[in-house]
C-alpha cells in the first residue's frame, strides 16, 4: 500500500504541472481591443488604390553576417502581408535587399542566409589591393535572379557603395543588380575594390550604413530602417578582418544616427555580439531578425493607418 | 491466584490486540482505497476528504498531505495546497517525495506569478537531482512568462531528448515559440505535441492563435472548432466569429458572436465585435446599437467609442459623435486609439465647418 503510493507520487507531479499549461489557453483569441481595431482596418487599408497608399521604404543596414538577419526581417514582411515599396540597402543589406527586389521568395532568402558562407561570397587571389575578389558574390546574385536591370526588378532597389578614389558615396539604381550588389558589399581591406563604370568601388557602411536619405530621395513616405550594427563595445577584434570592420563600424554607427532620425521605426534584431564574419550563426540571425520585426508588426501597422485612416 | 488472573488478563489484551490491529489496517485500507477510486473519477472534494481522515489515522503524515497539497492544487485552492506541502517538508520524507513537493510548490509560486521563488524552487529541486525533469520544464515555463525565451529554450533544451516529457517538451517549446514570435517552429514543436496526445487543447488552441496571427483563418477555424468542441469557451467563439467575418462570412460570424454571448454574456468585446460586423455592411444604426450595448458593460472600451463615433458621424450626428472621440482622449493606456480619436475630432470639425 505504502510503495503504491509512492511511485504514484511522480506521476502526479507531472500531472499537476500540467497547471502550468493552463495560461496557455487563456491567451488565445482577440482579446485586445487595439489589435482588433487595426485588424478590422488593415484589410480596408489593403483595399485602397495604390496611388492613395503611402510608399514604404525598407532600409536595410550594413553589418556582414549579422545582417542575414535582414532575412528574417523580409521573411515577416512577406508573411504579414505588409507593403514595401521601396528597398534600399547597404553591403549585406544591398544583398538580401536585391533578392527580395527581384521577387524571390522569402523562404528561400531564409534558406540562403541560413546556409550561407564565405566559399559562395569570396575567392583568394593575391592582388595589392585586398586578397579575395568579391566575384563570387556577383555570380552568387547572378544565380538567384539573372542578370536582372534594377528597372526590372519588382520592387524599386537601390544600393550604396562608395568611390574610394575620391570619397564619393554612390547610389547604384540603374543598369545590372548584380555588380552593383557586389561593390556595395565589398569591404575595404582584405576584399579587393570592384571596377564598376569607370569608378572604383568599395563597401557602402566606409561612407554610409544606413541610407535612409536615399529612400526619402526616392519618394518613401514611411521609412522603415533595419539597424544590424555591432555593439563597438564588445565587438572582438582578434583579427585583421575584424579590426577593420570595427573601424568601419565605429564610423558607421556615427553616421547612421542622422540617418535613423530619418526614419519612422527602426528595427534592431539582437545580433550585437555577433561578428561580421560569423556567417555560420546564419539560423541564429535570421530568428533574431523574425523576432525583431514581429514584434514591430502592430506598430508598423499603426504607422501606415496613421497616414491613410481619413480614407478607410 | 493473583498471578493468574494477571496472565489470563495479559492474553485477554494480546488477543485483543491481534483482531484490532488488522481491523484498523482494513479501515485504512478502505479509505485509501476510496480517495484512490474518487481521484481516478476527478472527483477531487471526495479524494480530498478521504485523504484528510487518512491523515487524521496520522498514517505516513508526510505522503498525505503530499497528496493533499496535489489534490488542493489540482482543485484550484492553491493556498490549501501551499499550507499543506508546507506541512508534508516538515514530515520525514524520501528524496522523490522532498522533489515532487518543492516542484509541487514552485509550481504554486508560478500560478501567483511570482517567479522568484518559482525558480527558487525549482532550482531546489535541480539541487537535489541534477536530472529531475519536471523542474526544467516549470523553470522553462517560469522564463516564458518572464519574456526570458533564450533563458527559456536553454532549460527546454536541457529534457529536449526526454521520453518520459515528450509531449510536455514539444508542447511547451510551442508555447515558447509562439511567444517569441518564431512561428515556424511553433508550429512544428505543436505539431509534434499532438501527435504525442491529439487532444491536447492546449496544443490545438496555440496552433489556431498562431494560425490567427498568420491570418490563416481557415486552418484557425479548424483548430479552434476542435477546441470549442471540447472545452468551449467564450473567447474562443468570439475568435471564431472573427476568422468568419475576415473571411466575409459574416452571417456565421454574427451566428458564432451570439454563442459568444450566450457563454460570456457580460464580455463587452463580444458585442463591440459585433458593432465591427454591421459597421462593416454599413448598417450604421444597428452598428450603433451594438457599440452601445458593449459600453453598457464596460464604459471604458476604447473600440466600442471609437465605433459609436463612427457610427454616429455616418448619420450625421457630429456633436455625439465628437462627445464619443472626447471620451477616448480621457481614457488611460490607450495612446494609439487616443491618436485616432484625435484625429477623428479633428476631421468631424473641419467637416462641421
Same mark, same amino acid.
Given at each position: ?58 532600409? !536595410? ?128 581591406? !582584405? ?73 519612422? !521605426? ?12 560569423? !556567417? ?33 | ?20 490491529? =488488522? ?21 477531487? =472534494? ?12 496520522? *498514517? *505516513? ?20 495546497? &501551499? ?114 496526445? =491529439? ?26 472548432? *476542435?477546441?470549442?468542441?471540447?472545452? =468551449? ?37 463580444? *458585442? ?39 457610427? &454616429? ?41
Amino acid at each position: 500500500m505504502v510503495l503504491n503510493l509512492s511511485q504514484k507520487l511522480i506521476i502526479y507531479v507531472f500531472l499537476v504541472l500540467i497547471v502550468l499549461y493552463l495560461p496557455a489557453t487563456l491567451s488565445a483569441g482577440a482579446t485586445d481591443e487595439e489589435e482588433i481595431l487595426i485588424d478590422f482596418l488593415w484589410p480596408l487599408y489593403l483595399s485602397l488604390p495604390a496611388a492613395e497608399k503611402p510608399k514604404v521604404a525598407l532600409v !536595410l543596414g550594413g553589418g556582414g553576417a549579422r545582417g542575414l538577419a535582414h532575412a528574417g526581417v523580409v521573411k515577416v514582411f512577406a508573411e504579414e502581408h505588409l507593403p514595401v515599396d521601396i528597398i534600399v540597402g547597404t553591403s549585406v543589406g544591398a544583398l538580401i535587399g536585391s533578392l527580395y527586389a527581384a521577387g524571390l521568395p522569402a523562404d528561400t532568402i531564409v534558406d540562403m542566409a541560413q546556409h550561407m558562407n564565405w566559399n559562395k561570397l569570396v575567392s583568394f587571389k593575391l592582388s595589392p589591393v585586398g586578397l579575395y575578389s568579391t566575384k563570387r558574390m556577383e555570380e552568387y546574385v547572378t544565380k538567384y535572379i539573372g542578370n536582372k536591370q534594377f528597372d526590372e526588378l519588382n520592387i524599386p532597389f537601390a544600393c550604396v557603395a562608395v568611390d574610394i578614389r575620391n570619397g564619393e558615396k554612390i547610389i547604384l539604381k540603374e543598369g545590372p543588380v548584380a555588380p552593383a550588389v557586389r561593390a556595395s558589399a565589398t569591404m575595404p581591406g !582584405l576584399f579587393q575594390p570592384v571596377e564598376y563604370r569607370h569608378r572604383l568601388l568599395m563597401d557602402g557602411g566606409v561612407i554610409d550604413n544606413m541610407p535612409a536619405d536615399v529612400a526619402k530621395l526616392m519618394g518613401a513616405d514611411i521609412i522603415i530602417a533595419i539597424d544590424v550594427t555591432a555593439q563597438v563595445g564588445i565587438a572582438k577584434t582578434n583579427n585583421a578582418l575584424l579590426i577593420l570592420s570595427q573601424v568601419i563600424y565605429i564610423r558607421g554607427n556615427f553616421l547612421a544616427e542622422g540617418q535613423l532620425k530619418l526614419a519612422d !521605426l527602426v528595427i534592431s534584431p539582437e545580433v550585437k555580439d555577433i561578428t561580421v564574419s560569423e !556567417l555560420n550563426r546564419g539560423e541564429e540571425c535570421v530568428d533574431a531578425g523574425v523576432v525583431a520585426t514581429r514584434a514591430k508588426v502592430r506598430m508598423i501597422k499603426k504607422v501606415i493607418l496613421n497616414r491613410v485612416w481619413d480614407k478607410l | 491466584m493473583s498471578k493468574r488472573i494477571w496472565l489470563a488478563w495479559l492474553c485477554c489484551i494480546l488477543l485483543l490486540s491481534v483482531r484490532l490491529a =488488522p481491523a484498523a489496517d482494513r479501515e485504512l485500507k478502505i479509505m485509501l482505497a476510496t480517495a484512490e477510486k474518487a481521484e481516478q473519477k476527478n472527483d477531487l =472534494p471526495a479524494a480530498i476528504e478521504n485523504y484528510l481522515k487518512v491523515l487524521e489515522k496520522n *498514517y *505516513y503524515p508526510g505522503r498525505i498531505h503530499l497528496i493533499l497539497g496535489r489534490l488542493y492544487l489540482a482543485a484550484g485552492n492553491k493556498s490549501e495546497a &501551499e499550507k499543506h506541502l508546507t506541512q508534508a517538508l516538515e514530515q520525514e520524507l524520501n528524496q522523490e517525495e522532498q522533489l515532487s513537493v518543492q516542484a509541487l510548490l514552485g509550481t504554486i509560486s508560478y500560478c501567483r506569478q511570482n517567479y522568484a521563488q518559482a525558480i527558487e524552487r525549482f532550482n531546489n529541486c535541480i539541487e537535489m537531482k541534477r536530472n529531475y525533469e519536471s523542474a526544467y520544464l516549470g523553470l522553462a515555463k517560469v522564463y516564458i512568462d518572464m519574456q526570458m525565451y533564450p533563458e527559456a529554450l536553454k532549460k527546454l533544451n536541457v529534457i529536449r531528448r526526454s521520453k518520459k516529457l515528450k509531449f510536455e517538451y514539444n508542447l511547451t517549446a510551442g508555447l515558447l515559440y509562439r511567444d517569441w514570435g518564431l512561428y515556424q517552429k511553433a508550429l512544428l514543436s505543436l505539431r509534434q505535441a499532438i501527435v504525442s496526445d =491529439p487532444t491536447s487543447t492546449a496544443a490545438h488552441q496555440a496552433l489556431a492563435d498562431i494560425y490567427y496571427q498568420q491570418k490563416e483563418y481557415g486552418q484557425a477555424l479548424r483548430e479552434l472548432s *476542435y477546441v470549442a468542441s471540447l472545452q =468551449p469557451q467564450g473567447s474562443v467563439y468570439r475568435t471564431m466569429a472573427l476568422c468568419l467575418f475576415y473571411l466575409r462570412e459574416k452571417e456565421k460570424a454574427m451566428a458564432f458572436l451570439l454563442k459568444a454571448i450566450k457563454l460570456e454574456p457580460n464580455d463587452h468585446l463580444n *458585442y463591440a465585435i459585433g458593432g465591427l460586423i454591421y459597421y462593416e455592411s454599413h448598417d450604421w444604426e444597428k452598428a450603433g446599437d451594438q457599440f452601445t450595448r458593449s459600453l453598457e458593460m464596460n464604459s471604458q472600451s476604447a473600440l466600442a467609442l471609437i465605433g459609436r463615433g463612427w457610427c &454616429e458621424k455616418k448619420l450625421n450626428d457630429t456633436s455625439l459623435a465628437m462627445a464619443d472621440f472626447q471620451k477616448v482622449l480621457d481614457l488611460r493606456d490607450v495612446s494609439w486609439l487616443q491618436e485616432l480619436a484625435q484625429k477623428n475630432i479633428a476631421a468631424v470639425a473641419v467637416e462641421k465647418r
